[in-house]
T-cell receptor, first 116, second 114 residues
């Protein structure tokens, strides 16, 4: 158990809908990262939050957004869903001293999103 | 753009065989390097990491990796694999002191025959 909790484990929805994925980081970790894992694209970094603020951005679509709350949990919002958004979405956390890349990231078990 | 290449997408070995998984990255600056493993149905776990110092790093479960700066490589090795090593292995790179973003390779699926 990594200490990172993601809910729900599975999500099935229809095209055009909106969903919210939730992540609780390890106790004491300030940074939260979101990744998308699909068969064709591999593991893609989406976005990072550090202590409530956006820290780094990757290949995140405009239809997707995230935030980190004062209690440090994070939510990833996916809207206007398309078939191609079906993937495994991972959250990771780290102690994350800002700007220091040497932090080990601990991953949650992921949320499997199926868009029908 | 910064990228990570894992040359082998799928590797099949028999138990007790030696393993080497290749990883090359494209960035020329100072980097932090990682190997993560994902066992079937589980989350990614850190196998080992290189931040600085001895370029030969040892990780969990008998794995090691060697950082060769001149070759931009960080290959993963294990002298004798076990059936329980069946998993997907990801090489990852972070550009030091830029941000915490980690770029992952596409992964290598390792299948060990009992």
């Amino acid at each position: 158990d990594s200490g990172v909790t993601q809910t729900p484990k599975h999500l099935i929805t229809a095209t055009g809908q909106r969903v919210t994925l939730r992540c609780s980081p390890r106790s004491g970790d300030l940074s939260v990262y979101w990744y998308q894992q699909s068969l064709d694209q591999g593991l893609q970094f989406l976005i990072q939050y550090y202590n409530g603020e956006e820290r780094a951005k990757g290949n995140i679509l405009e239809r997707f957004s995230a935030q980190q709350f004062p209690d440090l949990h994070s939510e990833l919002n996916l809207s206007s869903l398309e078939l191609g958004d079906s993937a495994l979405y991972f959250c990771a956390s780290s102690a994350g001293r800002q700007g220091f890349g040497g932090n080990i990231q601990y991953f949650g078990a992921g949320t499997r999103l199926s868009v029908l | 753009a910064q990228s990570v290449s894992q040359h082998n997408h799928h590797v099949i070995l028999s138990e007790a065989a030696s393993l080497e998984l290749g990883c090359n990255y494209s960035y020329g600056g100072t980097v932090n390097l990682f190997w993560y493993v994902q066992y079937p149905g589980q989350h990614l776990q850190l196998l080992l990491k290189y931040f600085s110092g001895d370029p030969l790093v040892k990780g969990i479960k008998g794995f090691e990796a060697e950082f060769i700066k001149s070759k931009f490589s960080f290959n993963l090795r294990k002298p004798s694999v076990q059936w329980s090593d069946t998993a997907e292995y990801f090489c990852a790179v972070n550009v030091m002191n830029r941000d915490d973003k980690i770029i992952f390779g596409k992964g290598t699926r390792l299948h060990i025959l009992p």
